[in-house]
Antibody, heavy 119, light 107 residues
Framework: QVQLVQSGAEVKKPGASVKVSCKVF????????MHWVRQAPGQRLEWMGW????????KYSQKFQDRVNITRDTPASTAYMELSSLRSEDTAVYYC????????????WGQGTTVTVSS | DIQMTQSPSSLSASVGDRVTITCRASQSISNFLNWYQQKPGTAPKLLIYAASSLQSGVPSRFSGSGSGTEFTLTITSLRPEDFATYYC?????????FGQGTNLEIK
């Protein structure tokens, strides 16, 4: 069964960094890419970036490109999203979602990771 | 960035009704348009990709149409489990963007 399992909730202080993991089950990790999408409370979905799990190439939203780093660990079948210089507006649920390309649909989603930024 | 605008933002309907949600793009996106359903506290679920292709396992009462800048999601014969928020997403640009969502509520 294809499944994406994300790491647990995080509470961070402003200025800190957070790293969220997304481990895949049920398919060959390197044959797909992985998107990262976030959703602030009551807000629309917001795309952050994408990684080609095969070669590690990435594409980022201009809004986040100075603060986000998406990586992967191929033997562990795990993708990571690290967001730095956190501020209160980064409080959101962060999702990983499988996608064959940066331009494409997202057919399998993780359960979401809540990140709370508070002093 | 390509802006995606959905209408209406909220919609009240009854079980058995037929509903249509519209998504407009700020520029032509061919058929690079996908639809998702999201229920409170859960991740989005892919319903329709490439404007009109039904994702595997999604009931046939869901359908999508459109090309260029205007797209629609239609749900025929609403069931209780269909009350949720629906998002469109353009994948024409590598800068992926979503609509603001349409909240479908029970009347």
């Amino acid at each position: 069964q294809v499944q994406l399992v994300q790491s647990g909730a995080e509470v961070k202080k402003p200025g800190a960094s957070v790293k969220v993991s997304c481990k895949v089950f049920g398919y060959t990790f390197t044959r797909y890419g992985m998107h990262w999408v976030r959703q602030a409370p009551g807000q629309r979905l917001e795309w952050m970036g994408w990684i080609n799990a095969g070669n590690g190439n990435t594409k980022y939203s201009q809004k986040f490109q100075d603060r986000v780093n998406i990586t992967r660990d191929t033997p562990a079948s795990t993708a990571y999203m690290e967001l730095s210089s956190l501020r209160s507006e980064d409080t959101a649920v962060y999702y990983c979602a499988r996608g064959t390309s940066a331009r494409g649909f997202m057919d399998v989603w993780g359960q979401g990771t809540t990140v709370t930024v508070s002093s | 960035d390509i802006q995606m605008t959905q209408s209406p933002s909220s919609l009240s309907a009854s079980v058995g009704d037929r509903v249509t949600i519209t998504c407009r793009a700020s520029q032509s996106i061919s058929n690079f348009l996908n639809w998702y359903q999201q229920k409170p506290g859960t991740a989005p679920k892919l319903l329709i990709y490439a404007a009109s292709s039904l994702q595997s396992g999604v009931p046939s009462r869901f359908s999508g149409s459109g090309s260029g800048t205007e797209f629609t999601l239609t749900i025929t014969s609403l069931r209780p489990e269909d009350f949720a928020t629906y998002y469109c997403q353009q994948s024409y640009s590598t800068l992926v963007t979503f609509g603001q969502g349409t909240n479908l509520e029970i009347k």
